[in-house]
């Protein structure tokens, strides 16, 4: 399941613009677009443009400040969109829903105080 020697990840996909995506966010090292099948009123994946680094993990390990870049992202985008607040998930590992592996992170967040009383506003990732 490396990204190493593979077909590229749909991400790389994006990223190369060979697929439509909603693009929110851009910085020389990472790429934030809307998730195709949202899970909360608001739902960006945010996604290195280097698909060494298949999940979290790996990241931490190789690059730990790219992991915290990432993070400031997020917060960026939670800042625009959420009300500065937000959940931000990484599945690691195919049995814990993990589909693509090229690292990513989920922001998952409620536009509204209306929002976040709905019941299972932020799904269930
Ligand atoms: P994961 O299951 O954690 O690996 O997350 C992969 C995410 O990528 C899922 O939430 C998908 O809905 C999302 N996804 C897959 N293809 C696309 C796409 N073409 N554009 C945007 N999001 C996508």
């Given at each position: 399941?490396?990204?190493?020697?593979?077909?590229?990840?749909?991400?790389?996909?994006?990223?190369?613009?060979?697929?439509?995506?909603t693009?929110?966010?851009?910085?020389?090292?990472?790429?934030?677009?809307?998730?195709?099948?949202?899970?909360a009123?608001?739902?960006v994946?945010?996604?290195?443009?280097?698909?060494?680094?298949?999940?979290?993990?790996?990241?931490?390990?190789?690059?730990?400040g790219?992991?915290?870049?990432?993070?400031?992202?997020?917060?960026?985008?939670?800042?625009?969109?959420?009300?500065?607040q937000?959940?931000?998930?990484?599945?690691?590992g195919?049995?814990?829903?993990?589909?693509?592996?090229?690292?990513?992170?989920?922001?998952?967040?409620?536009?509204?105080?209306?929002?976040?009383?709905?019941?299972?506003?932020?799904?269930?990732?």
């Amino acid at each position: 399941m490396s990204s190493q020697g593979a077909e590229p990840s749909i991400f790389s996909r994006i990223i190369a613009r060979e697929i439509p995506a909603t693009i929110v966010a851009e910085t020389d090292r990472l790429i934030a677009f809307e998730d195709i099948a949202p899970q909360a009123p608001v739902h960006v994946v945010i996604t290195t443009k280097d698909p060494q680094y298949r999940n979290v993990v790996e990241l931490a390990a190789g690059d730990p400040g790219l992991l915290a870049e990432l993070v400031r992202v997020a917060q960026t985008i939670a800042d625009e969109r959420t009300m500065g607040q937000f959940r931000l998930v990484f599945n690691t590992g195919a049995a814990s829903g993990q589909t693509v592996f090229h690292v990513h992170a989920h922001v998952l967040g409620v536009v509204t105080v209306a929002d976040a009383l709905g019941e299972g506003s932020l799904g269930s990732l």
